[in-house]
T-cell receptor, first 115, second 113 residues
Framework: DTGVSQDPRHKITKRGQNVTFRCDPISEHNRLYWYRQTLGQGPEFLTYFQNEAQLEKSRLLSDRFSAERPKGSFSTLEIQRTEQGDSAMYLC?????????????FGPGTRLTVT | DQQVKQNSPSLSVQEGRISILNCDYT??????FLWYKKYPAEGPTFLISISSIKDKNEDGRFTVFLNKSAKHLSLHIVPSQPGDSAVYFCAARVTGGGNKLTFGTGTQLKVEL
């Protein structure tokens, strides 16, 4: 078990460019979550998947954001036409949903800087 | 609206003493509460949780207390160790909310020698 991995760890992009982040969850986990953390704040929920189905999206996820989880394994988060306000740490978490409460395991995050 | 609040951005404690981190919440629909620890350049790491039907949960040096009437929970670390120095986030889950978590803003704990 290598834990949740995210790639890249850091991304610097110019305003208006598109960026894509990847998350590889713990292999047997069926739930995958994306959160965003800005300076001085806690992580904020963006969206989550149960296997390949995207079940909920936060209102924080504007039309410029899209997430996928093809085949219920890894997930990608794409931001189109980036804005300076998109600068944040993007965190991915996974869990094995078996009913009741199941803790989420977080990856190290991708730090995005939009210049 | 900040549904989970950690009003102390930082806390400094001497090694061996007790650390008490506090968290308040406003949403009565929260049914599970968690504490995560975060080191720089790493993702949050799950520490301990408590169901809303309990008022205490203990795991080694870590104990979480829940006061539902006051909508308040606290994390006690005793004895505190230098390796405990990190940012601690309080988080909560709404019943039937897909297990998505609502986090507080975090408390930076520094354990001094």
């Amino acid at each position: 078990d290598t834990g949740v991995s995210q790639d890249p760890r850091h991304k610097i992009t110019k305003r208006g460019q598109n960026v894509t982040f990847r998350c590889d969850p713990i292999s047997e986990h069926n739930r995958l979550y994306w959160y965003r953390q800005t300076l001085g704040q806690g992580p904020e929920f963006l969206t989550y998947f149960q296997n390949e189905a995207q079940l909920e999206k936060s209102r924080l996820l504007s039309d410029r954001f899209s997430a996928e989880r093809p085949k219920g394994s890894f997930s990608t988060l794409e931001i189109q036409r980036t804005e300076q306000g998109d600068s944040a740490m993007y965190l991915c978490a996974s869990s094995l949903q078996t009913g009741g409460f199941n803790e989420q395991y977080f990856g190290p995050g991708t730090r995005l800087t939009v210049t | 609206d900040q549904q989970v609040k950690q009003n102390s951005p930082s806390l400094s404690v001497q090694e061996g003493r007790i650390s008490i981190l506090n968290c308040d919440y406003t949403n009565s629909m929260f049914d599970y509460f968690l504490w995560y620890k975060k080191y720089p350049a790493e993702g949050p790491t799950f520490l301990i949780s408590i169901s809303s039907i309990k008022d205490k949960n203990e795991d080694g040096r870590f104990t979480v207390f829940l006061n539902k009437s006051a909508k308040h929970l606290s994390l006690h670390i005793v004895p505190s160790q230098p390796g405990d120095s990190a940012v601690y986030f309080c988080a909560a889950r709404v019943t039937g909310g897909g297990n998505k978590l609502t986090f507080g803003t975090g408390t930076q704990l520094k354990v001094e020698l």
